[in-house]
């Protein structure tokens, strides 16, 4: 009776009303784990300085190979963990998630010996300056001491949700966000702990949500145990794993990358102002982007389904609501960024110098920002299509075909506004590239769509995707 509710929900429910429908859960989620950022941000902008904006923006990559590390063992552990769950394998999709847990321990462990081994030569050939250093350290010694708990959130995350609750994956986020903006007005404000007290709240509101994600296994609420014979790293369960959730560990990686190099480029070219705009900027992209992420996320089960069920018709109605809405978004996002930045910049600095240097750069970040919502949703509808190939090109492209061959060479020709130009250079390629992955998927469902369907027909299956 479940499948065939849910059938006809996706088969005779308003696009517009059904993308709504799954696409709120999805901004709620979403912007509690953009919090996490941006709220450390603020507190450190009004409390404490350019310069502790700056350090918190050297510090990111560093977080982003944690989160990438999170994602990797958690959407591959829930996959994996998925389909075995509907084979009725529970023995086998408990040892999944047993190796998972355990793998987050270890590849935390390597990052935080590898990160205090030389804390200071890491953050130096990151990007630190010598007046952004001392932030940057305080900051990112926390981090890594309380990596595991950062990672291990993550993960746990998306294991929960494989087993199809997901109401308790976004009851511990907002718990950890709601801890996280407490603490840093307690250790920021009256105890002026300063860029320590950020990173010390961070890791504190962590372990919060790391704590109730346990209790919800260890309390025995959940479907699926965590059983100690489990967490005995096995190679084939791991590689297993790995394989799956590899991609969103290559994002990351490559999206982590990117960022070092444009902090380096800043620091050479904008000196440490530069580098505090761009931290800035950083965290108002989260946002900005954040309407293009979502709509693509609750795009996706609804392009899947009728795709595989042969209703190519409603398949290209679901990508153009989609694709209308993202790109409306970022038009307003457009609009704000590009028209009136400071108001908005305000929100993390009152320094008039960083405020004037960051407006500068928006009106050339933002330049060309009501694309990306395009790019976005196209990148996801390759997933639900089953374009397996198009989908990790067009998640990649950003950042390894065009973000970092121009942050290399435009600086040298154009300095300063060199790499804030780079950005929209970057999403105008990538458009482009999407264009040309996109339009031939369009025309096979425009040319399916225009055969007429078989009445008492069965659904065809459904398309094999990732995720």
Not at 382 to 403: P, T
Request: no cysteine.
């Amino acid at each position: 009776m479940d499948n065939l509710e849910r059938r006809t929900v996706f088969d005779t429910d308003k696009i517009g009303a059904l993308l709504l429908k799954l696409t709120a859960p999805a901004f709620l989620g979403m912007a509690v784990i953009t919090l996490y950022n941006v709220v450390d941000t603020i507190f450190i902008g009004h409390y404490v300085g350019p310069l502790g904006i700056a350090g918190l923006s050297i510090v990111f990559p560093v977080q982003m190979l944690s989160m990438g590390v999170g994602q990797m063992m958690g959407m591959g552990g829930a996959s994996l963990i998925s389909m075995l769950h509907g084979r009725k394998k529970t023995n086998q999709a408990e040892h999944v998630l047993g190796n998972a847990l355990s793998a987050v321990v270890v590849f935390s462990a390597i990052i935080m010996a590898a990160g205090l081994f030389n804390i200071d030569s890491l953050l130096k050939l990151i990007g630190a300056t010598e007046d952004i250093l001392p932030y940057a350290r305080d900051y990112l010694q926390i981090i890594l001491i309380g990596m595991f708990f950062q990672t291990l959130a993550m993960s746990l995350n998306f294991l929960i949700r494989a087993e199809g609750n997901a109401r308790v994956p976004m009851i511990g986020m907002i718990l950890g966000a709601v801890a996280n903006i407490i603490l840093d007005a307690i250790f920021i404000i009256p105890l002026g702990m300063g860029v320590a007290g950020a990173a010390l709240a961070t890791i504190i509101a962590q372990l919060f949500s790391v704590v109730f994600f346990s209790w919800y296994y260890l309390s025995g609420a959940s479907f699926f145990k965590i059983r100690l014979k489990n967490l005995s790293l096995q190679w084939h369960v791991l590689k297993s794993i790995m394989a799956i959730g590899f991609s969103s560990f290559a994002r990351m990686s490559a999206n982590s990358i990117s960022v070092i190099l444009v902090n380096i480029a800043l620091g050479t070219y904008g000196g440490d102002m530069a580098i505090t705009a761009y931290g800035i900027l950083n965290r108002i992209t989260m946002f900005a982007i954040m309407p293009g992420m979502v709509i693509g996320q609750g795009m996706q089960p609804i392009l899947g389904y009728n795709y595989g069920a042969g209703r190519y018709r409603r398949a290209l109605k679901t990508l153009k609501v989609s694709i209308l809405s993202a790109t409306a978004f970022g038009i307003l996002a457009f609009i704000v960024l590009y028209f009136f930045p400071e108001p908005v910049i305000r929100i993390f600095t009152t320094d008039a110098e960083v405020i004037s240097i960051t407006a500068y750069a928006a009106k050339r970040v933002f330049l060309v920002i009501y694309i990306v919502g395009f790019i976005m949703v196209a990148s996801t509808a390759f997933q639900a299509l089953g374009q397996v190939f198009q989908s990790i090109v067009s998640s990649m492209a950003r950042s390894v075909f065009f973000l970092i061959p121009a942050i290399l060479t435009l600086p040298r020709f154009f300095q300063l506004d060199g790499i804030w130009l780079a950005f929209p250079i970057t999403d105008v390629l990538t458009l482009f590239l999407t264009l040309a992955l996109f339009i031939p998927q369009v025309k096979k469902l425009i040319r399916a769509g225009k055969k007429p369907p078989v009445e008492g027909s069965q659904p065809q299956p459904a398309a094999t995707h990732p995720g």
